[in-house]
C-alpha cells in the first residue's frame, strides 16, 4: 500500500522545500510547530496546511538512501 500526501497549491510544496533548505532534519518539527500555533489561533485551514506540509516532509525523508524513485 503506497501513502499518499494531498497538497492544497503548488505553494505548499514550495514552503515544504523553503523549510527543508532552511531548517534540513528538523524541518517536519518546524512545519507541526506552525500547525500547533494556527491550531491554538483558531485558524483550521492553515492547521490543515502545516499539517499536510509537515507530511510531505516526513515522506520525502523517510526514503532517503534506500532507492531511487522515478
Known amino acids: ?40 489561533l483558531g485558524n483550521v485551514v492553515h492547521y490543515c496546511r502545516w499539517r499536510q506540509i509537515e507530511r510531505l516532509i516526513e515522506r520525502l525523508g523517510a526514503g532517503r538512501g534506500e532507492a531511487t524513485l522515478h
Open 1 to 40: 500500500m503506497q501513502d499518499h500526501v494531498y497538497l492544497a497549491d503548488r505553494a505548499a510544496a514550495a514552503d515544504a522545500d523553503e523549510l527543508i533548505k532552511l531548517l534540513g532534519a528538523h524541518a517536519a518539527s518546524e512545519a507541526a510547530a506552525r500547525a500547533r500555533s494556527s491550531r491554538s
